[in-house]
Structure formats: structure tokens, C-alpha cells
């Protein structure tokens, strides 16, 4: 049987109120906490991009704020591709159309 995968990124989150919060803690403790990630950007869009991809940005083309339109697909698979390919179904909800 398949687990599950699902990630939570939270923008401009403090890991101090991460760790204290008791929401944050029971979903955690059923998962794994990677407490000591570095962003690739200052700004979320990049950092999404980057972080699907497994690649920076000066490569797939999403290097700024305003770029993540032009997030070469054709040659950069993300990890929603990698989990179609392994029958897996996908959703995300994000706030805004730029991811």
C-alpha cells in the first residue's frame, strides 16, 4: 500500500512558533519535520519552484518574483510529475496563481 505524501510549506513561517504550536507538533509527529531547510530565494515563488524541481532557478528559468511563468517543463520534471508517474494523484492549494 502507497503512503501518503504531503507537504506543508509555510511562507514566512518562524521555526520557534513551528515547534510550540500543538497543531504543528500532531501532524508532525506522523510525518517528518525537516526543521533546518534553507531557501533557495527570498521570495516564495522561486523557492516552490526550486523545491519541486530539485533544481535552482538560474536553470529552470523561475529565478525571481515575477519569473515563474517561464519555469521551463519541458526540461525540468517536478515532483508532482514523479508521483503521477507512480500512480499517485496530485492537488495543491496555494494562495496564489504565480505558483
Known amino acids: ?3 501518503n505524501v ?3 510549506c509555510i511562507d ?3 521555526l520557534d512558533r513551528a515547534i510550540s504550536s500543538n497543531t504543528f507538533n500532531s501532524i508532525s509527529s ?6 533546518q531547510t534553507i531557501t533557495y530565494a527570498p521570495y516564495t515563488n522561486s ?3 526550486a523545491m519541486i524541481s530539485g533544481s535552482y532557478g538560474n536553470r529552470t528559468g523561475c529565478f525571481s518574483y515575477w519569473h515563474s511563468h517561464k519555469f521551463n517543463h519541458s ?10 508517474d ?3 494523484y496530485t492537488c495543491a492549494d496555494v494562495p496564489s496563481d504565480l505558483i
Request: no cysteine.
Open 30 to 35: 506522523n510525518g517528518i519535520f525537516f526543521p
Open 75 to 84: 526540461k525540468f520534471k517536478t515532483i508532482i510529475d514523479y508521483l503521477h
Open 1 to 3: 500500500m502507497k503512503k
Open 6 to 8: 504531503i507537504m506543508i
Open 47 to 49: 523557492s516552490i519552484h
Open 86 to 88: 507512480d500512480g499517485y
Open 12 to 14: 514566512g513561517g518562524r
